[in-house]
């Protein structure tokens, strides 16, 4: 039974994998601007970067998308496995769980872009939309306050990401798969914002500002 938990558990980060490879940044940065964003502002290929350099609308467009990828694939991944691989009690959430998680690393690391992708924010969110309201609504409130307050988009992230993953030890403590996905989610977003975060500490990463279109 273990082996095949864990066969299937590779089956489902995988298939998210794929799903999360779909990057919308970089195909609205190709349709919209003609650019490959990766090139261009900060190099990421995300939404904020998106709003940044091609304004509102892409940038909107490209966060949909990404929180949209992220939520077919959980929705997918419950329907067909739900009940039928993991026996534990109270982990009804992981197979979606591992599906969103391997959204998450195909948008970060696109094999197909030379694993250069985005920071998985977006992708983080459709994955709380479809785990726990209450998670969710935590950590965007915290974040969106830290937001409006310090104007740093990195900052907020890693604050939501963190909070992100300690409410979801405090609520589902007795179940350690899902609090070590929580955790690992929040592990990727810091080291997504690797150098954002070196950019805090020094006092040189940009405010968020979106770029006003013509």
Known sequence: MIEIAIGFSILLILAGYLVGCLQTAY???RKVG????REHGSGNAGMTNVARVLGAKPGVIVLVADVAKAVAAIMIANYVFHGRVFGMQGIEY?????AGLGVILGHNFPFWLKFRGGKGIASTIGLAIMFDWRVLAIAACIGILVLL???????ASLVAL???AAVTTILYIDFWPIVTIAWIIAALGFFTHRKNIGRLIKGTESKFHLRKQK
Not at 34 to 37: C, G, L, R, S, V
Not at 94 to 98: E, F, R, S, T, Y
Not at 149 to 155: G, I, Q, R
């Open 94 to 98: 992981l197979p979606g769980l591992l």
């Open 149 to 155: 307050t310090a104007k740093y988009m990195s900052l």
């Open 34 to 37: 003609k650019i490959d964003i």
């Open 27 to 29: 195909f609205v940065g």
């Open 162 to 164: 963190t909070v992100f």
